[in-house]
């Protein structure tokens, strides 16, 4: 069975920025997945950006290689014990991050991604770290 990755938003702009152990990782991968939620930040940050029209059609060609995955109730279900766990433990993280969390664990997929506070998560989820 082969192992399915969601590339969290830092990991895919280092790789578009060529970062040569995201890139190495990334380019063995047989297909990029990505959330609706990471689309949106990368565009609300081409938006936010000196290089406007650059990194947006840089972003879009990106895309249009994923497979973008949307959220569904049942990936809101996980969204909603995530955030009760971490705000239990007092260790709240982003909300974004907290639905990328909550998507990779509804599908089964290993999270990849260079933010540490995802080790606030510890609910079985399978999660790849890379130095920033």
Known sequence: MELLYLLDTN???KFLNNQNN????CSNLNKFHIAAITVGEMLY???NSQKK?????KYNAFFSTCT???????????????RKILK?????IPENDIWIAAMA????????????????IDTEIKIIFFDK
């Open 11 to 13: 990991i895919i702009i």
């Open 53 to 57: 029209k650059e990194n947006t059609a």
């Open 68 to 82: 973008i995955h949307n959220i569904d109730p049942l990936i809101a279900k996980e969204y909603a014990v995530l």
């Open 88 to 92: 239990d433990k007092g260790k709240p």
């Open 22 to 25: 995201i890139t190495d990782f």
């Open 45 to 47: 940050g081409a938006e």
């Open 105 to 120: 664990k509804h599908l089964d997929f290993t999270l990849v991604t260079t933010d540490c506070h995802f080790k606030s």
